[in-house]
């Protein structure tokens, strides 16, 4: 068991920032790639960024590529995601996941954390 706590989510003006943490604690953390997904009211959970086991791999949505980053540290079991310019379209519930393959859809990956809320003010 792999289990995920989401930091960082909050109110945000548009063109601000925010980053998000993901701790994990379980198995290996290296073992696994992970992703940041997203769900707004009354949408469907989306892909936002994923890196592999090693953090040499990146994939970012095209809707946030060029503002959002995902990266992380091994020796500290964190994955980050910074997102910059934010935008009120970005507004939603941020999850982490980790998964043995890094995929974009959702069954890819295998545990999940609770989510945190970013907000989007125009």
């Known amino acids: 068991q792999v289990q995920l706590v989401e930091s960082g989510g909050g109110l945000v003006q548009a063109e601000g920032s925010l980053r998000l943490s993901c701790a994990a604690s379980?198995?290996?953390?290296?073992?696994?790639?992970m992703g940041w997904f997203r769900q707004a009211p009354g949408k469907e959970r989306e892909v936002v960024a994923t890196i592999s086991r090693s953090g040499g791999v990146r994939y970012h949505a095209d809707s946030v590529k060029g503002r959002f980053t995902i990266s992380r540290d091994n020796a500290k079991n964190l994955v980050y995601l910074q997102m910059n310019s934010l935008k009120p379209e970005d507004t939603a519930v941020y999850y982490c996941?980790?998964?043995?393959?890094?995929?974009?859809?959702?069954?890819?990956?295998?545990?999940w954390g609770q989510g945190t809320q970013v907000t989007v003010s125009s």
């Open positions: 379980g198995r290996t953390f290296s073992n696994y790639a």
């Open positions: 996941a980790a998964g043995r393959s890094q995929g974009i859809i959702l069954s890819d990956y295998d545990y």
